[in-house]
């Protein structure tokens, strides 16, 4: 399926810092433990490029990766799921529906209790919106 938000590649170099962009845009990684985190209490992970809803602060849990870690998005269409073969790897990528935008990976080593994924998205790629935000 085609992203339905298609800008040019100046557009995106535009309106994203360089980090973002080599992350979402050109499927790079972030370093760990490098984010700052969010900001507390309950909200929605929103698409740094987009602005698309993606995961709520109650699916994220500290998985000790070092990237923040969900254990399911907030719908099963907000994300698209590719399987990735680079770095001699055979990995499932995820990425934005609405934009394409490269979020992470996901793996199945996440809390069973709770379906047992470990949605792996670069802290970069995501903005926080607290409920009660508009």
């Known amino acids: 399926m085609a992203p339905k938000i298609q800008k040019s590649d100046a557009e995106w170099r535009e309106q994203l810092s360089d980090t973002a962009y ?3 845009r050109q499927a790079a990684t972030e370093r760990p433990f490098s984010h700052p985190g969010f900001a507390p209490g309950p909200g929605t992970f929103l698409c740094t490029c987009c602005g698309e809803p993606l995961f709520t602060k ?3 849990f500290d998985s000790g990766c070092g ?3 969900f254990t399911a998005p907030l719908a099963g269409e907000a994300i698209e799921e590719h399987v990735d073969t ?3 790897m055979r990995r499932t990528e995820v990425t934005c529906a609405s934009c394409g935008a490269h979020l992470g990976h996901v793996f199945p080593d996440g809390p069973p209790q709770a379906g047992g994924l470990r949605y792996c998205i670069n802290g970069v790629a995501l903005d926080f919106k607290k409920d009660g935000e508009s």
């Open 58 to 60: 109650d699916t994220k």
């Open 22 to 24: 080599r992350v979402t």
């Open 67 to 69: 990237w923040p870690s």
């Open 86 to 88: 680079s770095h001699g």
